[in-house]
DNA sequence: GATAGTGGCTAGTGCCACTATCCACACATT
DNA sequence: AATGTGTGGATAGTGGCACTAGCCACTATC
């Protein structure tokens, strides 16, 4: 980790600065280990932005917040932007996540980021042809209630905030990565069994 | 969608270029449309780069690649490119990710890049601190399992092979965006269940 | 007293997805 | 005939982002 990166990161928020254990010695304690890690790790793995980095910087050194709103914040974090909403069925995609939502029962807000980003994938799915592809919505949903259940119970395991809040990150944002790899190596998996042989 | 941006993308070899009908005048056919959809739906909805969706392009145009093949190009584009592989405990996740192919039972090759960017996403929740993370693991994998046979089935319904291939970038890479706000929702309703009273 | 470190600042780099402009050409309109 | 419009092909420029380099005044250490 070269010093002008850490320079950088410090002036963006994402690093309090090193204590000045003297004017040409600043020390940066095993918090500031930590922290950096915690960049990298969303950085690199998590690939989120520095913004979003901030922000979440932001709500985790923020003791009002709750666990709730923090994990919203992170999952904020992780939604790319979508600029162009000129999606053409994306009144009607948004009607479907609407429908799943009160189907499943969940408890999420309307506008919420990620209700909006499925909306638009299943615009995109659809105006690429494959309406079919919403039969599938059902079974995704079940494996994703059971991944949140798994994700929530390690982050009730911790006790100490400072642990819980980075517990709920990791879960988060470096889950979302290890789950993909490990849905493309089942689908590798699967493929094989049922491809491998036509090769 | 702008006349320089289509020429972009034929220049970057996304797309063939329009058939003249008269020197000035080429006519893009309903398959260019088509094409230039799935481009965008890879682009703003996957999260490919430009030169990973010619690498899954060229696949889908090649008639002699398998259907296992394809879903392995596509997963490779997925990947993000980690030039940082120098992370301490890179071995032992790298055991760790055998252990669980071993254990699954898992066609997986050795170097698969989604195996590797597992290993890299365990070496950093272990450098995180956040070691006791591997024993979700497993709980992970049963559900990625289960999508992973969802989505196979989703492919097995077609029949025609122009179909089929777009069906698997569809399902794997748009599939992944689909899955991950399901799973972001699915935590928002869990986590307000859990800790939504105490704010 | 030269060295090397500090924070703070401005500006530059490299990558990437476009985007703008220019080219020679050919038909269509005026 | 003259002009305009559209084609593919090429080069170069734009804007955003994650750094990266260098300068500044200052100061403890070698």
Known sequence: MSI??????????????????SPNQASYGETHVQRLRLIRALLDVGGL????????????????RSVHKLLGTVAAGLV?????????GIE??????????????????????????????????DEAGHGAFTEVLDAYADAAERVARVDLDYVAREVAREELVESVVVGTVIGDAIFSALRRMAQTDASDRRYGQST
């Open 4 to 21: 002008p990166t850490i320079k950088f990161y410090v002036r963006e928020g994402l690093l309090p600065a090193g204590e000045l254990t």
């Open 49 to 64: 932005s520095v913004a979003s980095i901030r922000e979440v910087i932001l709500a985790i050194d923020d003791p009002e």
């Open 80 to 88: 790319p932007r979508y600029d162009r909403e000129s999606h053409a």
């Open 92 to 125: 009607d995609a948004r009607k479907q996540v609407a429908a799943l939502i009160a189907a499943r029962g969940w408890r999420v807000q309307q506008g919420n980021p990620a209700s909006e980003a499925l909306a638009v994938a299943l615009a995109a799915v």
